[in-house]
């Protein structure tokens, strides 16, 4: 697999005239910790069960959340300490993102691995945290807690909207130019 060139283009400023955004300008590797933990929209996409088609390697989305997680909030109920408790839970990396395949197509982290920019509702954009869950976009409220669903039963959970980008839903249409007042047409 060919790997992605870790540079970027040069940004042109922000369309109010400011600084470009730190995610348009710096790669993964070039990001403070503070830069980087304020990637994670808050989603918690990523902490749902996932199986895998050991035959394919196709990935298959769960509803069934890490015990960690908290529904409503979207967090991980301990952040600090998530992977020694969930032995599981993979940490992010800038060098592990872009081979990530079980990573939601909607996933910071990943937008700017692929060189792409962060979606309307990302907290970044938006200003406000909640929007990523006021655009539907997080789990709250849709998960069940790995607790209470035993392992063999995961498959019975497989759903498919974590693994959706809401903006292949999007059509475009191509506007033409809007008429000017007191002309009409064909005279």
Known sequence: MARRSTKRAPVPPSANGGETP???????????????????DGCARC??????????GEIFWTEIACRLLDDGSCRCTDYPHRTTRVPDCQLLTPQNVPTLA?????????????????????????????TVHYAG???????????????????????????????????????????????????
């Open 22 to 40: 730190f995610w348009r300008r710096l790669t993964l590797d070039e990001m403070s910790a503070d830069e980087w933990e304020s990637l994670c």
């Open 47 to 56: 902490c749902l069960n996932k199986l895998e088609d050991w035959d394919t």
């Open 137 to 187: 976009i997080s789990v709250r409220g849709r998960t069940l807690s790995e607790d209470d669903v035993p392992a063999e039963q995961f498959e019975a959970h497989v759903v498919d909207w974590p693994g959706e980008d809401p903006a292949d839903r999007i059509e475009v249409v191509e506007r033409r130019p809007a008429a000017k007042p007191g002309k009409a047409k064909g005279r």
């Open 102 to 130: 079980w990573l939601p197509p909607t996933c910071a982290y990943k937008l700017v691995a692929e060189g792409r920019d962060l979606y309307w509702w990302h907290p970044l954009v938006s200003g406000d945290p909640d």
